[in-house]
C-alpha cells in the first residue's frame, strides 16, 4: 500500500516510476487506532520528498542514485512530531486552547470551534455574545440552541475559523468539494522567464548552497521548511512580535533553521524582506497565510517572479484556488471536521485522528514540489509555483481507503517507549536541551540532518549567511 501512493506521489510530480526501486518502505501497518491509513499516507510522502532530494543529488553530482529506506512506524510518529518534543526533558505547553474543540448544537449536530490563536477566539466568542475568560461550560450553552451550520458561517465572517461536522455525503454534495476534486493534489507550475540556474557548485548534500524563505505558520508549511533544511538548505524563518504563534511547538519545526522578525506593515521591513530575495537570491519562498495577504504586501508568486526570476514560489492554502471557500481560512481540524473524516473515524459522535496527517502530509508534498521545481530550474530554468492545499491532501488520505474497524481492536494508543527511543535524538539549543524524532527518511549518502539547533522566534539578524558558511 505505500509502494502504490508513493508511485502515485511521483507520477504527479514527473520522477520516473524506476526511481521507486530505490527505496524501501518497512513495517507493518495499522500503527494507532485510526480507520485512515495514515502509515501509507505519511510513509510514503516522506518518501516522496527524498526522493525528490535523491534526484537533485543525482543532478548536482551525476552518480547513480542513493538508496533510500523509510520506517513506516517512525514515518506515522512523524505525524504527530510535536508529541515526542521535550525541553530539558519537560513536554511542551499544551497548544491546543482550552476552548477549542467539539460542541453539540441545534439538533444534536455538532461545530468545531478553533480557538488556538486569540483572535479566533475573540471571534468566536464574539459570535457567541461572550467575552472575556469563560469556560467550555458557557460556550457550550451558547453554542447549544445555535445552528451548526449558521453558527460556523457567522464565525468565519466574523473573522474567526471553526466547522460545522459534516457527514462524508454532506460533503460530497458541498460546492467547495466538488471544486477540489478537480484540482490536482501537487500543482508544479512555469510563472516566469529565466535562464536554467544549476544547483550551487559546492556542498555535499543534495540542497547546499539553497536558500530559503518560510513565511509559514502552525504544522504544514514550517514542516516543508524543515525538511528541506533536512537536505541541506539554508532557511531563514521571517515572523513578527505581532503574530500570532503556535508556543513551543515552533521548537519542533524550527530544526535546521535560523529565525528573524520583519514586520510587513512597516516600509523598512518590506524593503529587507524584498533585498534578502533580490539581492540575497532566494531560491524558495514558502508561505501559508491566507490566500492574498501577501500579495497585498508586494509579494505574491508573481511579483515574486518578476524581483527574483527562477525563484520557486510555494504556497499553502487551506481548501485550494477554486470554489467558494478559496479564500476561507482553515486548518487540519478544520478539514477534518467539515470533509466528513471526523464523522468516519469517530463513528457515531465525531473524533479528530490521532495524527495531524493533513498537516504533516501537505508540509512534505509542498518540500518534494519545491525540490522537483529547483530541478526543472536546473534543466530548464524558469520561475515556478508550487500549490499544495489541506483539503486536497485530506481527500487525498481518504482516497488511500479505510482499515477495517476490527483491525484496530487492542491496538495501543501510543508506540512504545523503546521504540521512541529509538527514533528520537538530542539537540543542544538556546532553547535549552532539545529531544525531538530523528528525519525519517534514510539516505545512504547524504543522511538527512539538521545543521542549525531550533533559533527562539525573533533571535536572528534578517540577513543570509556568508554562501560558504551554509554549504555541506
Known amino acids: 500500500m505505500p509502494h502504490s501512493a508513493l508511485r502515485a506521489l511521483l507520477s504527479l510530480a514527473g520522477v520516473p516510476e524506476s526511481a521507486v526501486e530505490t527505496c524501501r518502505i518497512v513495517g507493518r501497518a495499522p500503527v494507532l487506532p485510526t480507520r485512515f491509513r495514515i502509515g501509507a499516507a505519511g510513509a510514503a510522502a516522506i518518501a516522496a520528498a527524498a526522493m525528490a532530494a535523491n534526484e537533485l543529488w543525482a543532478e548536482r553530482t551525476h552518480e547513480p542514485r542513493q538508496a533510500i529506506a523509510v520506517d513506516l512506524h517512525h514515518a506515522v510518529a512523524a505525524l504527530r512530531s510535536a508529541r515526542y518534543l521535550r525541553i530539558d526533558g519537560k513536554p511542551p505547553k499544551e497548544p491546543f486552547d482550552r476552548l477549542s474543540g467539539f460542541y453539540e448544537a441545534e439538533g444534536g449536530r455538532s461545530v468545531?470551534?478553533?480557538?488556538?490563536?486569540?483572535?479566533?477566539?475573540?471571534?468566536?466568542?464574539?459570535?457567541?455574545?461572550?467575552?472575556?475568560?469563560?469556560?467550555?461550560?458557557?460556550?457550550?450553552?451558547?453554542?447549544?440552541?445555535?445552528?451548526?451550520?449558521?453558527?460556523?458561517?457567522?464565525?468565519?465572517?466574523?473573522?474567526?475559523?471553526?466547522?460545522?461536522?459534516?457527514?462524508?455525503?454532506?460533503?460530497?454534495?458541498?460546492?467547495?468539494?466538488?471544486?477540489?476534486?478537480?484540482?490536482?493534489?501537487?500543482?508544479?507550475?512555469?510563472?516566469?522567464?529565466?535562464?536554467?540556474?544549476?544547483?550551487?557548485?559546492?556542498?555535499?548534500?543534495?540542497?547546499?548552497?539553497?536558500?530559503?524563505?518560510?513565511?509559514?505558520?502552525?504544522?504544514?508549511?514550517?514542516?516543508?521548511?524543515?525538511?528541506?533544511?533536512?537536505?541541506?538548505?539554508?532557511?531563514?524563518?521571517?515572523?513578527?512580535?505581532?503574530?500570532?504563534?503556535?508556543?513551543?511547538?515552533?521548537?519542533?519545526?524550527?530544526?535546521?533553521?535560523?529565525?528573524?522578525?520583519?514586520?510587513?506593515?512597516?516600509?523598512?521591513?518590506?524593503?529587507?524582506?524584498?533585498?534578502?530575495?533580490?539581492?540575497?537570491?532566494?531560491?524558495?519562498?514558502?508561505?501559508?497565510?491566507?490566500?492574498?495577504?501577501?500579495?497585498?504586501?508586494?509579494?505574491?508568486a508573481d511579483a515574486l517572479a518578476a524581483l527574483r526570476p527562477g525563484i520557486v514560489a510555494v504556497e499553502l492554502s487551506a481548501w485550494g484556488r477554486a470554489g467558494p471557500w478559496a479564500a476561507r481560512r482553515g486548518f487540519d481540524t478544520i478539514v477534518q471536521c467539515s470533509s466528513g473524516m471526523a464523522m468516519i473515524d469517530g463513528g457515531d459522535k465525531p473524533r479528530l485522528l490521532p495524527v495531524s496527517a493533513i498537516d504533516y502530509v501537505s508540509g512534505y508534498l509542498m518540500a518534494m514540489g519545491a525540490m522537483v521545481a529547483l530541478l526543472r530550474r536546473a534543466r530548464e530554468g524558469g520561475s515556478w509555483r508550487v500549490r499544495v492545499s489541506l483539503a486536497r491532501t485530506g481527500q487525498w488520505i481518504v482516497e488511500r481507503g479505510l482499515v477495517d474497524a476490527a483491525a484496530l481492536d487492542g491496538l495501543p494508543k501510543e508506540l512504545p517507549e523503546d521504540e521512541i527511543k529509538r527514533i528520537t535524538m538530542e539537540t543542544g539549543s538556546l532553547l535549552g536541551v532539545i529531544r525531538h524524532l530523528r528525519p525519517v527518511a534514510q539516505m545512504s549518502e547524504t543522511p538527512p540532518r539538521w545543521s542549525h539547533p531550533p533559533s527562539p522566534l525573533g533571535a536572528d539578524p534578517p540577513a543570509w549567511p556568508a554562501r560558504g558558511d551554509q554549504l555541506g
Do not use: M
Open 112 to 300: 468545531f470551534l478553533h480557538c488556538n490563536f486569540p483572535h479566533h477566539r475573540a471571534a468566536a466568542l464574539g459570535v457567541l455574545g461572550l467575552r472575556g475568560e469563560v469556560e467550555r461550560t458557557a460556550v457550550a450553552a451558547a453554542v447549544r440552541d445555535r445552528d451548526a451550520l449558521q453558527l460556523e458561517d457567522a464565525i468565519h465572517a466574523g473573522g474567526g475559523c471553526a466547522a460545522f461536522v459534516r457527514t462524508p455525503a454532506e460533503w460530497a454534495a458541498h460546492p467547495q468539494q466538488s471544486a477540489i476534486a478537480s484540482l490536482p493534489l501537487l500543482e508544479i507550475e512555469r510563472i516566469g522567464a529565466a535562464p536554467p540556474e544549476p544547483l550551487p557548485p559546492a556542498g555535499d548534500r543534495p540542497l547546499a548552497g539553497v536558500r530559503v524563505l518560510d513565511l509559514t505558520r502552525v504544522l504544514a508549511g514550517p514542516t516543508c521548511a524543515r525538511t528541506l533544511a533536512e537536505h541541506g538548505a539554508e532557511v531563514l524563518k521571517i515572523s513578527a512580535p505581532h503574530l500570532p504563534h503556535s508556543g513551543e511547538i515552533e521548537i519542533d519545526t524550527g530544526l535546521g533553521k535560523r529565525a528573524a522578525f520583519l514586520d510587513l506593515r512597516d516600509a523598512g521591513d518590506i524593503a529587507t524582506l524584498a533585498a534578502l530575495i533580490r539581492d540575497g537570491r532566494c531560491d524558495v519562498f514558502s508561505q501559508s497565510y491566507r490566500p492574498g495577504t501577501l500579495a497585498a504586501r508586494g509579494f505574491g
